[in-house]
DNA sequence: GTCTCCCATCATAGATACAAGCTGAGATGC
DNA sequence: GCATCTCAGCTTGTATCTATGATGGGAGAC
C-alpha cells in the first residue's frame, strides 16, 4: 500500500490502467485542477487516458474511501470540497501521530539510534535544498522527515494513516500557502531540535514542541 | 462516508450488490471465517451471493484498501494475516487518537458539556448491560463509548481514522480474548473517571489514565 | 527416485454490452 | 407569463466476454 515509501521515484513496472486513472485522478483532485464541488463522470477520465470505464472506476472507488470523492449513485462524481476546519484537523491529527511514534521510541529505546541515522540523513538533504532555494525540493523533504518521524516508530497503522494525512495537506497548501523562502532556515533549526528531543527519548517535550513548530509553518 | 455512524444498525435502504458483497466479506474476514492467510478467488463469493464478479471485485478493492485483503495481480485474493504486533499498534494508535480529541476539548472548552452528555448516556447504557450480564452488548457499548470521546473532538479525519482501528481490534478479539463477567463494574468504574478527567478539561491526565485503563482490557 | 520442462487450468484485468435511474430542457396546458 | 409534464440524453451498476499471466502437476530424461 505504501509501496513508493523509500524508493527512488521511478520504479513500478506495473502499467497497470487502474493505477493510471488512480494517479491521475487523485493528481487532479490534490492539485485543485478539478475544483471541490465540481461533478464529473468516469467517462471523461477514461477517454482521457484511452482506457475503459472498468479500471477509472476502479480509481473512484479508491479515491471515494480516501474520502477525497464522493459517489453519486447515478450522477456522478464530486470532489469533495475541503471541507471548514480541515486545517485544523489535519494538524490536529498530524501531531497525534507524530508524537505516538515519538512516544514509541522512548520506549524502545533500541529503535532511536537507527532513526537518528535516517532523520539526519534527511534533514541533511532538506538543508541543502535550503541552501539552492529549491522550493518544491525542500517541500518535498519537509514531508519526508516528518514522514520518517512516524516511519520511525514501526505502527504500520498510523503510517498509513500519516500517508492520508500528507496528502491532504498537499491539497490544502495548493490553495493557501506556500512556502517563504526566509523562514527555510528556521524549519531546518526547528527540525534539528526536534531531532534532540528525540534522541533524548523526551516523548513529554516533543509534543508541544512539534505543535509550535506546525503552528509556526503552517498557521501563520 | 461514516454514514452509519449513529443510525440505527439496519437501515440502508440501498440493496447493492456491491455493497453486499463487502459486507459478507469483510464479516467473513473479521470473524476468522476466512483465515488469515487463506487465498480464495472473487468467483466463490460471486457465486455464494449470486452476483456476478464485477461488485465483488469492487468489494475487494474496499477491503484492499482498509488493509485486511492482499489482492495478488493474476491469482487471487489473500486474508492479510493479523501481523505480529498489530495488538500494540491499534491500542497504540487508539490511545493517540483518544487523546487527540480531549486535548481538542481541553482547548475548546465549549464542547464539554455536549460530549458529557452524550458520554453519560453511553455509560448508563453500558453499566445497564453490565448488570444483565450481557456481554455483546456491554462489548458494543464500550466501543460506542471510545467513540464518543472521538467524535466529541470534532475531527472528521479521526473518527473515520478510529473507526478502521475498531474494525481491527474486533477481529483481534474474535482470536483472542473476550471479556471477563468479573471485570465489567471495574471497566465501568474507569469510564467514569475517564469522564471526570474530560469534565475538568485535564487533558495531560486523559492520556495516562486511557493507556491505563487500554491496558487492563486488552493486555491482561 | 529425482529433476526439469511443458501445458491444462484457473484467476484476474480490462473491454464491451446492456439495463436502469436521474435530470434538465423544451413542450404543453392554463 | 407560469407551472407542470414528458422525454431524450447522460450516467452509473452489473453482466458478459476476451486476453493475458501465473501455477501446479504429470510426462519424460537421467
Known amino acids: 500500500m505504501l509501496a513508493s515509501m523509500l524508493m527512488t521515484p ?7 490502467a487502474a493505477d ?3 494517479r491521475l485522478t487523485k493528481e487532479l ?50 470532489v469533495v470540497p475541503v471541507p471548514p476546519g480541515e486545517a485544523e484537523d489535519v494538524l490536529d491529527a498530524r501531531e497525534a501521530v507524530e508524537a505516538a511514534a515519538v512516544r514509541r521510541l522512548a520506549r524502545r529505546p533500541d529503535l532511536i539510534p537507527d532513526a537518528l541515522e535516517r532523520l539526519h540523513t534527511v534533514l541533511d538533504t532538506q538543508r541543502a535544498h535550503a ?3 529549491d522550493l518544491p525540493a525542500f517541500a518535498e523533504a519537509d514531508e519526508l522527515f516528518h514522514r520518517t518521524i512516524v516511519a520511525a ?59 509550535a513548530h506546525l503552528d509556526g509553518v503552517h498557521r501563520r
Open 10 to 16: 521511478a520504479k513500478n513496472a506495473a502499467p497497470g
Open 20 to 22: 493510471r486513472a488512480y
Open 29 to 78: 483532485v490534490l492539485t485543485g485542477e478539478l475544483p471541490g464541488g465540481h461533478l464529473f463522470s468516469e467517462g471523461e477520465i477514461a477517454e482521457r487516458l484511452g482506457v475503459s470505464r472498468t479500471p477509472v472506476r476502479e480509481a473512484f472507488l479508491r479515491l471515494q474511501v480516501e474520502g477525497l470523492l464522493n459517489l453519486i449513485p447515478k450522477r456522478g462524481a464530486v
Open 131 to 133: 541552501d539552492a532555494g
Open 153 to 211: 516508530g514501526g505502527n504500520t497503522l498510523l503510517l498509513d494513516f500519516y500517508a492520508t494525512l500528507a496528502d491532504r495537506q498537499r491539497r490544502m497548501n495548493m490553495h493557501a500557502l506556500r512556502p517563504i523562502p526566509a523562514r527555510l532556515p528556521e524549519v531546518v533549526d526547528e527540525h534539528t531540535a526536534l531531532i534532540a528531543i528525540i534522541e533524548a527519548a523526551d516523548a513529554d517535550a516533543f509534543a508541544p514542541a512539534l505543535r
